[in-house]
């Protein structure tokens, strides 16, 4: 049986995968952000997989500091996630995760960002720009919405309505 934490923390991570697609309605923008993480000396693959855990770290910290459950987290407002991936620390950021990951990736993606959060030198300056860059993406998602506040189920629905997500993060997995 899965736990409200573990699904949260898939739901999270569920945003966190369809987070860049969805920005990515306008092509021009995948070109912008991997010219950007070229300049930072990033690897565009691995920018966009921290990137992607970026979001599920700042999201499921939003989740557990407001103690919204995983049949809850559709209500959680993208600006409140926003804040967190620039507001909070690293280290916070990865404070409440499971202890284990049901998807391997996520597992290596957390590894690399805990990795990151504690190096210093050009690794902290890389999640400075990286959490810069998952700012950036929300705000393009909340200034395209006719919502006046977008919230994370949004982004699920615009997902599914691009036919970029089957799964809708269903809690039952």
């Not at 990795?115 to 200034?143: C, H, I, K, M, W």
């Amino acid at each position: 049986m899965t736990s409200d934490h573990d699904m949260l923390w898939r739901r999270c991570a569920h945003l966190g995968r369809l987070l860049l697609p969805v920005v990515d309605e306008e092509e021009w923008r995948r070109a912008r952000r991997h010219e950007r993480l070229g300049a930072w000396g990033i690897d565009v693959v691995e920018g966009e997989r921290l990137i992607e855990v970026f979001v599920a770290l700042a999201a499921h910290a939003v989740a557990v500091d407001t103690s919204v459950s995983a049949a809850e987290f559709d209500v959680l407002p993208l600006s409140a996630v926003a804040d967190a991936a620039t507001g909070k620390r690293d280290f916070e950021l990865l404070a409440g995760l499971p202890d284990t990951f049901a998807d391997g990736r996520d597992e290596l993606a957390v590894k690399v960002f805990r990795l990151y959060t504690y190096r210093d030198g050009p690794y902290s300056r890389r999640l400075f720009q990286l959490s810069a860059e998952v700012r950036r993406a929300l705000n393009v998602l909340a200034e395209r919405s006719r919502m006046p506040s977008p919230r994370c189920g949004h982004v699920f629905f615009w997902a599914a309505a691009a036919g970029l997500s089957s799964d809708h993060g269903d809690l039952t997995n």
